[in-house]
């Protein structure tokens, strides 16, 4: 049975930082990409940060560029999200998905979620 468990959420001023972990099992870690995702109340979930099986390529959504690191450790079967100078609009609850081999930018190819972890950014 596949678990993607996600820890790391709670409230921050803006400005401040959070680091976001989500721990699989199940699965063959390695063999999966991995992708951050996030819903703000009312809205669609959307794609944050994504990165490959081996950790090499990281890629981003504009809106947290340069702010935002996605990073892996296939020994522990994490993957993190460190997140700095966080503003109000970040706040949503933060999902992790994998997909194995390839990342994804859509919710819909992603084959695995977490339950969440909710992150509230205060001005």
């Known amino acids: 049975q596949v678990q993607l468990v996600e820890s790391g959420g709670g409230l921050v001023q803006a400005g401040g930082s959070l680091r976001l972990s989500c721990a699989a099992s199940?699965?063959?870690?390695?063999?999966?990409?991995m992708g951050w995702f996030r819903q703000a109340p009312g809205k669609e979930r959307d794609f944050v940060a994504a990165?490959?099986?081996?950790?090499?390529?990281?890629s981003y959504a504009d809106s947290v560029k340069g702010r935002f690191s996605i990073s892996r450790d296939n020994a522990k079967s994490t993957v993190y999200l460190q997140m700095n100078s966080l503003k109000p609009e970040d706040t949503a609850v933060y999902y992790c998905?994998?997909?194995?081999?390839?990342?994804?930018?859509?919710?819909?190819?992603?084959?695995?979620w977490g339950k969440g972890t909710l992150v509230t950014v205060s001005s």
């Open positions: 199940g699965l063959t870690f390695s063999t999966y990409a």
């Open positions: 990165i490959t099986t081996g950790g090499r390529i990281p």
């Open positions: 998905a994998a997909r194995q081999w390839q990342t994804s930018t859509e919710v819909s190819n992603m084959r695995y």
